[in-house]
């Protein structure tokens, strides 16, 4: 009675131990990375690096102009609405000096 009782407590440690272990090992199936890279995967240049320097800078030389007069344009159409409120904030000025 108490041999069946110690198997039957012994089988179910088992058990437990065996599906914990199973339950903390989160990654069981190793992740395939893929193939193996090698220097041959890597691109070759087929143009020179000045002429391709050349044309993205004149690239981004064009769009920061066109950033840059956005900017002035939309800086101008806050100050002109007055967005900001500025003379409203300003301590009032004498009488005189309004217009």
């Known amino acids: 009675c108490c041999r069946m009782l110690g198997r039957a407590l012994i089988q179910s440690a088992r058990r437990v131990l065996v599906q914990q272990a199973k339950r903390r090992g989160h ?3 190793p992740a395939n990375p ?3 890279c090698t220097y041959d995967m890597m691109p070759i240049p087929n143009q020179s690096y000045q002429k391709v320097h050349a044309e993205l800078q004149g690239k981004f030389n064009t769009y920061l102009a066109v ?6 344009a939309s800086f101008g159409a806050a100050i002109y609405s007055n967005l900001w409120i500025y003379e409203e ?7 005189r000096e309004r217009k």
């Open 34 to 36: 893929g193939p193996n």
């Open 67 to 72: 950033s840059l007069a956005l900017l002035t």
């Open 27 to 29: 990654h069981d199936v």
């Open 89 to 95: 904030l300003q301590p009032p000025r004498s009488w």
